[in-house]
C-alpha cells in the first residue's frame, strides 16, 4: 500500500478508542473488530487523515524497533481493513496535508504489533429479529415478491 | 437494483392512516399512554385485541397524564380494518439491516418491516406520528409480546443524549444502578433475577433507555423478564411465577411479569454507577474489574446492531459511560445468592461516597424517589 489516502467507511462503520484499544462497528454487515497493541495508534492517524505512506512513516519514528517490521505489521493491517470494508480509498481530491498528529497517545517506545480481532456472533442481528431466530421456511419479510 | 420510488412510502402511510382510522371506526379506539420521564407515546388502539396484547410487558410504564415531550401511534392488526391492507410498496431487497426500508435520501417516512412478527412500523418523522400494524394479533409471537413495539419505542424515545440499549440494570434507590452488558447468552437475565430474587430493584434484563446527559440514568421500558430452560431451573421461586406457554413456540421463553409479581421491585429509573459485564461460567461466583474497552465491547456492538434509526451515535454514548463509571466482568457461578453478592458489592463500591449532590440535575429528585 504505497501511500493512497484511505478514510473510514463511515457511516457505515462507527468506532471509539478507550484504553489503547479501538472498537469498531460494521453496521453494515454485523461484523465488529477490536484492535489492540499500537492498533490504536494506528487507527488516530487514519482518523486525523493520513495516507498509508504517512502512516508508516509516523509509526516508524515513534518506535525504536526494526523499520521493516514495523512496515510489514502496519501494512498488513491497513490491508485487512480495506479488505474487511473497514476503511476505504479516499478518492477525493485534496491539497497535500501535513503530517498529522495522532489524537491518541502513542503506544510507548516499544512496537506492539497491532492485532484486529474479528467477531462475527452478532451477523445475525441483520437478519432476524434480535429475540428469535429466522423462520427457514417462511423466510422474511413477508412482503409482496419483487 | 431499482430504488424505491419517491413518494412510495409517504403515500403508503397516508393508506396506512385511512386502515388504522378505519380500523378504530369498526372496533372502537382504546387510547393509553406511556411515560418515560419527559418523554411519552400516545397509543390509539384499534380495538381491543392488541391492548391485551401488547400493554401487559408495559404496564408499568402506563400513565394517564400527558408527557412534556409525546409521540402519537395508531395500531392496529390487519384482520380488525374494513379496509384490505394495501401490500406494502417494498420488495424483500429493499429491506435492509435490522428490517429498516431502505428510503430515498432525506425521506420524511421510515418504514421498518419486522421478520417473522410481519410487524410494520411507520413513521413521519416531521409530524411525530407513528404507525403499526399487524397481520392478526392473536398470531403475535411471543417475542413480540414480551418486549413489544421496539422499533416504536426506539425511534420515539432516544434523541440527544437518550439511546435505547441492550442491557440490564438492577440496583436500589439509595447506591443507584449497575449496567448489565453483554449479548444474548452472557448472563444478563441471571444477573438480573438473582438480583431480583435478593431484593434489589429492577429495570430490566436487556433493554432500558439510557439518559447520558447531564447524570447516567437507566430508565425501565419493560416489566418483563425472559426466562429460559436454565433459568427456571436455576430460579424455581421466579419459575413458578412465570407464565410458561402450554404449547410453546419454537425457542420461546417463560416470560415472568415482574411488575405484577413482585410490585414495586420494578423501578421506573435508577442513577447508574457501574457496568458489569457477566459471562456465565458454572461454579463459584466472581467479581474483577475489567478494561473500559472490554466493557464498551459488551455494551456497544450488540446494541449498534439492534437499533434501526442510530447510525451508531449510541456508540459515541455508550463509550461516555464506560468513561463516567467502574466497569466489572462478573464470572457468573452457579449459585444465585453468590450472583446477587457479587452484584451488591459492585454497588457499594461504585455508589457515590458523599450524598446525592445538589447539583441542579434535571429529573434526579423524580429519579431518587422513584428508585426507592
Given at each position: 500500500?504505497?501511500?493512497?489516502?484511505?478514510?473510514?467507511?463511515?457511516?457505515?462503520?462507527?468506532?471509539?478508542?478507550?484504553?489503547?484499544?479501538?472498537?469498531?462497528?460494521?453496521?453494515?454487515?454485523?461484523?465488529?473488530?477490536?484492535?489492540?497493541?499500537?492498533?490504536?495508534?494506528?487507527?488516530?492517524?487514519?482518523?486525523?487523515?493520513?495516507?498509508?505512506?504517512?502512516?508508516?512513516?509516523?509509526?516508524?519514528?515513534?518506535?525504536?524497533?526494526?523499520?521493516?517490521?514495523?512496515?510489514?505489521?502496519?501494512?498488513?493491517?491497513?490491508?485487512?481493513?480495506?479488505?474487511?470494508?473497514?476503511?476505504?480509498?479516499?478518492?477525493?481530491?485534496?491539497?497535500?496535508?501535513?503530517?498529522?498528529?495522532?489524537?491518541?497517545?502513542?503506544?510507548?517506545?516499544?512496537?506492539?504489533?497491532?492485532?484486529?480481532?474479528?467477531?462475527?456472533?452478532?451477523?445475525?442481528?441483520?437478519?432476524?429479529?434480535?429475540?428469535?431466530?429466522?423462520?427457514?421456511?417462511?423466510?422474511?419479510?413477508?412482503?409482496?415478491?419483487? | 437494483?431499482?430504488?424505491?420510488?419517491?413518494?412510495?412510502?409517504?403515500?403508503?402511510?397516508?393508506?396506512?392512516?385511512?386502515?388504522?382510522?378505519?380500523?378504530?371506526?369498526?372496533?372502537?379506539?382504546?387510547e393509553r399512554r406511556l411515560r418515560f420521564g419527559d418523554r411519552g407515546v400516545r397509543l390509539r388502539f384499534a380495538g381491543p385485541a392488541l391492548v391485551d396484547r401488547l400493554l401487559p410487558a408495559l404496564a408499568p410504564r402506563i400513565d394517564a397524564r400527558p408527557a412534556a415531550h409525546e409521540v402519537t401511534a395508531g395500531l392496529w392488526e390487519e384482520r380488525a380494518s374494513p379496509i384490505p391492507s394495501r401490500d406494502v410498496p417494498w420488495r424483500d431487497t429493499d429491506?435492509?439491516?435490522?428490517?429498516?426500508?431502505?428510503?430515498?435520501?432525506?425521506?420524511?417516512?421510515?418504514?421498518?418491516?419486522?421478520?417473522?412478527?410481519?410487524?410494520?412500523?411507520?413513521?413521519?418523522?416531521?409530524?411525530?406520528?407513528?404507525?403499526?400494524?399487524?397481520?392478526?394479533?392473536?398470531?403475535?409471537?411471543?417475542?413480540?409480546?414480551?418486549?413489544?413495539?421496539?422499533?416504536?419505542?426506539?425511534?420515539?424515545?432516544?434523541?440527544?443524549?437518550?439511546?435505547?440499549?441492550?442491557?440490564?440494570?438492577?440496583?436500589?434507590?439509595?447506591?443507584?444502578?449497575?449496567?448489565?452488558?453483554?449479548?444474548?447468552?452472557?448472563?444478563?437475565?441471571?444477573?438480573?433475577?438473582?438480583?431480583?430474587?435478593?431484593?434489589?430493584?429492577?429495570?430490566?434484563?436487556?433493554?432500558?433507555?439510557?439518559?447520558?446527559?447531564?447524570?447516567?440514568?437507566?430508565?425501565?421500558?419493560?416489566?418483563?423478564?425472559?426466562?429460559?430452560?436454565?433459568?427456571?431451573?436455576?430460579?424455581?421461586?421466579?419459575?413458578?411465577?412465570?407464565?410458561?406457554?402450554?404449547?410453546?413456540?419454537?425457542?420461546?421463553?417463560?416470560?415472568?411479569?415482574?411488575?405484577?409479581?413482585?410490585?414495586?421491585?420494578?423501578?421506573?429509573?435508577?442513577?447508574?454507577?457501574?457496568?458489569?459485564?457477566?459471562?456465565?461460567?458454572?461454579?463459584?461466583?466472581?467479581?474483577?474489574?475489567?478494561?473500559?474497552?472490554?466493557?464498551?465491547?459488551?455494551?456497544?456492538?450488540?446494541?449498534?446492531?439492534?437499533?434501526?434509526?442510530?447510525?451508531?451515535?449510541?456508540?459515541?454514548?455508550?463509550?461516555?459511560?464506560?468513561?463516567?463509571?467502574?466497569?466489572?466482568?462478573?464470572?457468573?457461578?452457579?449459585?444465585?445468592?453468590?450472583?446477587?453478592?457479587?452484584?451488591?458489592?459492585?454497588?457499594?463500591?461504585?455508589?457515590?461516597?458523599?450524598?446525592?449532590?445538589?447539583?441542579?440535575?434535571?429529573?434526579?429528585?423524580?429519579?431518587?424517589?422513584?428508585?426507592?
Open positions: 500500500m504505497p501511500g493512497p489516502a484511505l478514510r473510514i467507511n463511515e457511516p457505515s462503520v462507527v468506532h471509539e478508542t478507550i484504553d489503547d484499544e479501538t472498537i469498531i462497528i460494521h453496521l453494515g454487515t454485523g461484523t465488529y473488530y477490536s484492535l489492540d497493541g499500537c492498533g490504536a495508534e494506528v487507527w488516530a492517524l487514519i482518523e486525523a487523515g493520513a495516507g498509508g505512506d504517512q502512516i508508516v512513516s509516523a509509526m516508524r519514528q515513534s518506535h525504536d524497533c526494526e523499520p521493516a517490521l514495523v512496515d510489514r505489521e502496519v501494512l498488513e493491517l491497513l490491508d485487512r481493513l480495506v479488505a474487511e470494508g473497514v476503511l476505504v480509498a479516499d478518492d477525493a481530491t485534496r491539497p497535500p496535508t501535513p503530517m498529522p498528529e495522532p489524537a491518541g497517545a502513542p503506544c510507548g517506545g516499544s512496537f506492539q504489533t497491532p492485532t484486529l480481532h474479528r467477531y462475527t456472533d452478532m451477523q445475525e442481528f441483520m437478519l432476524v429479529d434480535p429475540l428469535h431466530e429466522v423462520d427457514h421456511q417462511a423466510g422474511w419479510p413477508h412482503a409482496q415478491a419483487g | 437494483m431499482p430504488k424505491l420510488a419517491e413518494g412510495a412510502l409517504p403515500a403508503f402511510f397516508q393508506q396506512a392512516r385511512e386502515e388504522h382510522a378505519a380500523a378504530a371506526r369498526r372496533e372502537g379506539e382504546r429491506v435492509g439491516p435490522r428490517g429498516l426500508v431502505r428510503a430515498p435520501a432525506g425521506a420524511n417516512v421510515m418504514a421498518v418491516h419486522e421478520t417473522g412478527s410481519g410487524a410494520i412500523t411507520l413513521i413521519d418523522r416531521r409530524a411525530r406520528s407513528l404507525l403499526y400494524r399487524v397481520p392478526d394479533a392473536a398470531r403475535l409471537p411471543w417475542w413480540e409480546r414480551a418486549a413489544p413495539l421496539r422499533p416504536a419505542l426506539f425511534w420515539a424515545l432516544t434523541g440527544e443524549g437518550r439511546h435505547l440499549v441492550h442491557a440490564g440494570a438492577v440496583g436500589d434507590g439509595e447506591r443507584g444502578g449497575a449496567l448489565v452488558a453483554g449479548a444474548g447468552g452472557s448472563g444478563k437475565t441471571t444477573v438480573a433475577l438473582a438480583a431480583l430474587e435478593a431484593g434489589l430493584r429492577y429495570v430490566s434484563d436487556d433493554y432500558v433507555l439510557l439518559h447520558s446527559q447531564p447524570e447516567l440514568v437507566a430508565w425501565n421500558l419493560y416489566g418483563t423478564a425472559k426466562l429460559d430452560r436454565g433459568h427456571l431451573a436455576r430460579f424455581p421461586t421466579l419459575a413458578e411465577e412465570a407464565r410458561v406457554s402450554p404449547a410453546p413456540e419454537a425457542d420461546e421463553k417463560a416470560v415472568l411479569d415482574v411488575a405484577a409479581s413482585r410490585p414495586g421491585a420494578v423501578a421506573e429509573a435508577l442513577p447508574i454507577r457501574a457496568v458489569i459485564v457477566p459471562r456465565i461460567e458454572g461454579g463459584r461466583t466472581r467479581l474483577d474489574r475489567v478494561h473500559r474497552s472490554k466493557a464498551l465491547l459488551a455494551l456497544a456492538p450488540s446494541t449498534a446492531f439492534q437499533i434501526p434509526f442510530d447510525d451508531g451515535a449510541v456508540v459515541r454514548s455508550l463509550a461516555t459511560v464506560v468513561r463516567r463509571v467502574p466497569c466489572f466482568a462478573l464470572s457468573v457461578g452457579d449459585r444465585p445468592a453468590e450472583i446477587a453478592q457479587a452484584v451488591d458489592r459492585v454497588l457499594e463500591i461504585s455508589a457515590p461516597a458523599a450524598p446525592a449532590s445538589t447539583e441542579p440535575v434535571p429529573g434526579r429528585a423524580e429519579v431518587a424517589a422513584r428508585g426507592r
